[in-house]
T-cell receptor
Framework: AQSVTQLDSHVSVSEGTPVLLRCNYSSSYSPSLFWYVQHPNKGLQLLLKYTSAATLVKGINGFEAEFKKSETSFHLTKPSAHMSDAAEYFCVVTTVMNTGFQKLVFGTGTRLLVSP | DTEVTQTPKHLVMGMTNKKSLKCEQHMGHRAMYWYKQKAKKPPELMFVYSYEKLSINESVPSRFSPECPNSSLLNLHLHALQPEDSALYLC?????????????FGPGTRLTVL
């Protein structure tokens, strides 16, 4: 079964410093991987997705992620954090159910805290 | 436009009330989803509709009743809920229900059951 592990429940950075949110995946086939962001009391917004094209994926708001098959990782990075980046981030993998339909499998989330 | 709208934003109901949550999308997507999210947890899938037919029910209690009147609209009817059902209810949609299809989420309805 497909799964993702977010290695940090909380990450704290200062404004203007780089962001690294770590995600490892487990998949028996070439996975589709996503990063979603959720600001407080809001829905989920898609940051970026990987679907076996380029291994370096660029998303919105300056975020990017690199798919590394050898390390089974899909870490999310940003060169310089903004206060508005403070939110919960979910790494997500798709799995195919017995019915042939896809289902999202969420990591437990990483809360990004940004200090001035 | 990748917008999914949900109404109401907030809902407070008693355990004997009947209420409904509404979700709408105008992207031509044929798959729509309901998720439940408790505080500090990831979303949990409840139901999936594909081409207006229920394709997945994740063993959700019958006090939650989904309905898909047309390809743009998804409802969740609530009846005799329990306080532990208080959560953020998220709707999502995708072009189809394939592995490569991205799900777009609405802002959610914050439900409180008294």
């Amino acid at each position: 079964a497909q799964s993702v592990t977010q290695l940090d429940s909380h990450v704290s950075v200062s404004e203007g410093t780089p962001v690294l949110l770590r995600c490892n995946y487990s998949s028996s086939y070439s996975p589709s991987l996503f990063w979603y962001v959720q600001h407080p009391n809001k829905g989920l917004q898609l940051l970026l997705k990987y679907t076996s094209a380029a291994t370096l994926v660029k998303g919105i708001n300056g975020f990017e992620a690199e798919f590394k098959k050898s390390e089974t990782s899909f870490h999310l990075t940003k060169p310089s954090a903004h206060m508005s980046d403070a939110a919960e981030y979910f790494c997500v993998v798709t799995t195919v159910m017995n019915t042939g339909f896809q289902k999202l499998v969420f990591g437990t989330g990483t809360r990004l805290l940004v200090s001035p | 436009d990748t917008e999914v709208t949900q109404t109401p934003k907030h809902l407070v109901m008693g355990m004997t009330n009947k209420k409904s949550l509404k979700c709408e999308q105008h992207m031509g997507h044929r798959a729509m989803y309901w998720y439940k999210q408790k505080a500090k947890k990831p979303p949990e899938l409840m139901f999936v509709y594909s081409y207006e037919k229920l394709s997945i029910n994740e063993s959700v209690p019958s006090r939650f009743s989904p309905e898909c009147p047309n390809s743009s609209l998804l409802n969740l009817h609530l009846h005799a809920l329990q306080p532990e059902d208080s959560a953020l209810y998220l709707c999502a949609s995708s072009q189809e229900q394939g592995v490569l299809d991205t799900q777009y989420f609405g802002p959610g309805t914050r439900l409180t059951v008294l």
